[in-house]
DNA sequence: TCCATATCAATGCAACTGCATCTATATGGA
DNA sequence: TCCATATAGATGCAGTTGCATTGATATGGA
């Protein structure tokens, strides 16, 4: 028999959670836009692509390593080529798939978007709480993930 | 002069909470699709709404209870009267204003949300962390609000 | 070889969001 | 009283998301 109604603790950690996660996303937001940036999604696929370097990344691997779906994916590339960040290759052995690679300009915006969001991290995190603090935080909220186990 | 780079403890933090807060909130949108209920956000506004009584709130009160920007309201609460869960209501002293009011239908809409909803904080933060974990990580939470004080 | 099924990625459509603006009423001071 | 300004709430429009489906290639078994 599972426990089908949650404790107050767990309402209130919850309610926390999301809101505190809202509050602080929109705030980073904010920032981004004040400085002419584009929004946090193309922060995630910048990053990943950078991270994975000349090699690139398939689209499925980005999906399985941030938390976009599918179609999003495909849109947030279309948008990132668009704009020039990104670029578009055809994979040898599987003509379904493309390769995607981070361009030199893509590399150039994620910089700037990390000026601006690490400052924003910095100042809403890294500021009011102590490292161990934020450690304990990481730690619990690791305990929340799905599956929960790995790192 | 303020630190403008963030510790690695404070990146760790911050990805783990934007990272757990979608997954949690996905399943719980996911949970309540599977019910044939109504997205998350309606609950919120359903819950204050209960909360209020019969004496309802101000759109503007609203706002300032829960995360959402006011033109979102707005057509929330169209879309929450569409479905005869809210009632809108002329205030006496101010002729801008309307005073929103749970339905009969709306508290029975909510109950049932909240079978869902409870069930997967139950399952989702309550079954994997003891009441003492949940509540520092209320604690901690709490330090990151916005403004950093009041409960 | 051929076909059924699976996987990769794109897309039509409806709903929702963000932004800016608009309408309507209220309020305070000249 | 009259007007400038402020506040409450709605809305047009463009961009984005979610859902379902489609198009295209891959894969494995008969």
Redesign the interface.
């Given at each position: 028999m599972?426990?089908?109604?949650?404790?107050p603790?767990?309402?209130?950690?919850?309610a926390?959670?999301?809101?505190?996660?809202?509050?602080?996303?929109?705030?980073v937001e904010d920032a981004l836009k004040e400085n002419g940036l584009p929004p946090l999604a193309w922060y995630d696929v910048l990053h990943e692509l950078a991270e994975a370097g000349e090699g690139g990344l398939r689209p499925f691997q980005l999906i399985e390593r941030t938390?976009f779906a599918q179609y999003n994916i495909s849109r947030l590339l279309a948008r990132l080529e668009a704009d020039g960040l990104i670029e578009k290759l055809p994979v040898a052995d599987d003509g379904r798939g493309q390769t995607i690679r981070i361009t030199g300009s893509g590399r150039e915006t994620r910089r700037r978007m990390w000026a601006a969001y690490?400052?924003s991290?910095?100042?809403?995190?890294?500021?009011?709480?102590p490292?161990e603090?934020?450690?304990?935080?990481?730690t619990?909220?690791?305990?929340?993930?799905?599956p929960?186990a790995g790192d």
């Open positions: 599972t426990k089908t109604s949650p404790s603790a767990a309402i209130k950690a919850w926390r959670l999301m809101r505190v996660s809202r509050q602080l996303m929109e705030k938390l690490g400052r991290i910095a100042e809403l995190v890294g500021a009011r709480l490292v603090d934020l450690e304990t935080l990481a619990l909220l690791g305990r929340l993930r799905d929960p």
